[in-house]
């Protein structure tokens, strides 16, 4: 090992490719969202409600995978742990693409020209959409058992090569990976769906996390055996261990906690609340938000379309970013202990939802509005939730990190399935009923979005709310 003083920065590489992880992991799951209301459903004949259960089930999937995604990565150990989740989720990825051609073979139709012009309602229309739906849900199931390993494995990493005060720095800077890959998404999706069709969309972007696999094998290893991490990075990765002492235990805490014994403690508890409430209103943006564009007029084939979802991740990525220095500015600079400083730019950062009520009444005025407040209400969840995954390397030993990840992730899919869901079971009720489905004045679908915006713009303070009374102060777990 490099025993110069100059301390390397190896551990912002990690970072990078965690951030280029989430990067891919985020474009996989909007292929989707940003192809089927304008290429997918005319093909298929799919409604809101299919759709709905297409994200629904997806956050199940995810949700039941993040139960034991978690606990494998910690068993497998973070490198190949890592490997294995994103060569699943890039298969499962690729896989959309042939969804259509089974539909083909399997309702025996020579071409999807033939899909196509069936007429909406009838019975064969019906029975496609059906089959599609199922074959979807199929691909989905895989990707999410891949996906559900990114953050586990992430969260991991960043506690593996990170002292306490830098977690939720290197947590934003990694997960802004999920803004950009949304970002990223409308500008390139789109145009290789119009270019050679939604399958080809899938393939391309699928294939990008094999290549991310190459880097992975070659760049990472625990920073105590990490050639590229001299003695004085190594230094400042374990302060901790100095600053916080516990020769007894030390070898104890090596030990990972019993999967069952994990919920018996309030900590527990606490991240699976504020997961539970918040994972899903961020998932309906990034699931429903290309929809709602096209409901306005504005599809993803158009390029205003294209824009409002991109100038919508934008702000995403520039403010979210934010979320990781306002915890170390507090630890720093008002020497806060680091959980209060976390919980206190939590709260903050739980008041930007609340500009979500706003969404839907100016969305008469100018599709802009909505545009805007969506991003600002999605970079408070971004800041939010990169402190909200550091808040388990505060208080649990490294050894149990990933499984306590999974626990989270799997609240947070619960909660995502509830929210899309119901969502899309929402909007077409709303729909069917036109002017006698009110809310707040407004009527019809628009009625419906405004309860799903009202949902979501609160739900950062219940969890807040929530989290503090489990959790008031700082109170690590030692394994006894």
Not at 95 to 123: F, N, P
Not at 130 to 135: G, T
Not at 183 to 188: F, G, Q
Not at 466 to 475: A, C, D, G, N, S
Request: aromatic share 18%; hydrophobic share 50%.
């Amino acid at each position: 090992m490099n025993k110069k003083s100059v301390m390397t920065n190896w551990r912002w590489w990690m970072c990078l490719l965690l951030f280029v992880a989430t990067t891919v992991n985020y474009m996989d799951r909007q292929v989707l969202s940003l192809t089927w209301k304008d290429f997918i459903a005319p093909e298929f004949h799919w409604t809101d409600s299919d759709y709905g259960t297409i994200t629904g089930f997806f956050s199940i999937f995810y949700a039941i995978a993040c139960l034991f995604a978690g606990k494998f990565v910690d068993w497998m150990g973070t490198k190949k742990g890592f490997m294995w989740a994103i060569g699943v989720w890039s298969l499962g990825a690729c896989m959309h693409a042939g969804c259509g051609w089974v539909t083909m073979q399997l309702e025996g139709y020579e071409s999807i020209a033939a899909l196509k012009a069936l007429e909406t309602g009838s019975t064969a229309a019906l029975a496609v959409a059906s089959v599609s739906v199922w074959l979807f849900l199929a691909c989905r199931g895989i990707l999410a058992l891949g996906e559900a390993g990114n953050f586990p494995a992430a969260i991991k990493v960043t506690a593996e090569y990170f002292p306490k005060k830098d977690r939720a720095l290197a947590t934003s800077l990694f997960n802004a990976g999920a803004s950009v890959g949304a970002l990223a998404a409308p500008l390139t999706v789109p145009v290789l769906a119009q270019a050679w069709g939604w399958e080809m969309a899938f393939i391309i972007i699928g294939a990008l996390g094999f290549v991310w696999m190459f880097f992975w094998v070659f760049m990472y290893e625990k920073p105590e055996k990490s050639k590229f991490v001299n003695e004085a990075e190594l230094q400042y990765i374990l302060q901790d261990d100095k600053e916080e002492p516990v020769p007894v235990q030390a070898e104890k805490q090596q030990t990972a906690i019993p999967f069952l014994k994990c919920f018996g403690y309030k900590q527990t508890w606490s991240f699976i609340a504020g997961k539970f409430f918040t994972d899903g209103v961020w998932w309906f943006y990034l699931f429903w938000a290309p929809a709602y564009f096209s409901e306005c007029g504005y599809g993803m084939e158009t390029t205003t379309g294209k824009m409002l979802v991109f100038v919508l991740y934008l702000i995403v990525t520039v403010i979210s970013i934010g979320g990781g220095y306002l915890p170390k500015f507090f630890v720093e600079k008002r020497g806060m202990e680091p959980y209060s400083g976390r919980m206190l730019a939590m709260l903050i950062f739980a008041f930007f939802p609340l500009f979500a009520l706003f969404a839907q009444p100016l969305q008469g005025i100018s599709v802009w509005f909505p545009a805007l407040i969506i991003g600002i209400a999605g970079a408070g969840h971004q800041a939010w939730s990169a402190n909200l995954f550091s808040t388990i390397g505060d208080m649990f030993p490294k050894s149990t990190i990933a499984t306590i990840t999974g626990i989270g992730a799997m609240a947070g899919g619960c909660g995502s399935f509830l929210i899309n869901k119901g969502a899309g079971m929402l909007f077409d009720y709303a729909a069917a009923q036109g002017e006698a489905f009110s809310f707040v004045g407004f009527t019809g679908k628009p009625a419906g979005y405004m309860i799903i915006f009202c949902i979501c713009a609160v739900a950062y303070v219940i969890a807040w709310s929530i989290m503090k009374t489990l959790v008031p102060k700082h109170k690590p777990i030692v394994i006894e």
